[in-house]
């Protein structure tokens, strides 16, 4: 791949590798960084994309792997001294229809903000196939090969990730 190659993967992708940070990293800031820093280290491997075997998905397993790096950073440093995040309006929701009454949305809204939550609150190996699957809307296999796992492990990690949202948003 070359760089113009990059700008129209750029040109694509961008919006729903942006969309992705902002679902990993729960705040603007981060979210913004960990974008910028993706399409940084697309450029040191650019050599190793391949435009004709899925770049997005490639661009996807660059911003995880990077998303775990900084995790793993945070983590460590949280134990050396903790941090406080203020907040950043990041249930905002992304709707824009209108053809829906005022109760329809203002329910529609706490629906969203209800799933986002349980989502938010599943563990790492549930998480990202939820995040992957249905957000980014890839495929079983493209999955499995961006978080290096057989596709059955992420069948049944889809699987148990919609059983526990079933259980908690049930009781909610």
Not at 8 to 23: E, P, T, V
Request: proline content about 2%; aromatic content about 10%; overall charge positive.
């Amino acid at each position: 791949m070359n760089i113009t190659e990059l700008e129209k993967c750029i040109g694509m992708y961008g919006k729903d590798i942006y969309a992705f940070c902002l679902h990993l990293a729960y705040s603007r800031q981060e979210a913004e960084e960990l974008y910028q820093d993706t399409f940084l280290k697309a450029m040191e491997l650019i050599k190793g994309i391949e435009a004709e075997n899925n770049p997005k998905s490639y661009l996807l397993s660059i911003t995880i792997r990077l998303w775990k790096n900084q995790k793993r950073k945070y983590a460590w440093r949280d134990r050396i001294a903790g941090i406080v995040y203020l907040e950043d309006g990041k249930e905002e929701a992304a709707e824009t229809c209108s053809t829906y009454s005022l109760e329809d949305e203002v329910l529609k809204k706490e629906q969203l903000k209800q799933l986002r939550q349980a989502v938010k609150g599943l563990g790492d190996k549930y998480r990202m196939p939820v995040y992957l699957y249905y957000m980014e809307g890839l495929q079983i296999a493209d999955v499995a090969k961006i978080l290096k796992l057989p596709k059955g492990t992420v069948k049944s990690r889809l699987y148990k990730a919609r059983e526990i949202l079933k259980k908690q948003l049930a009781e909610e």
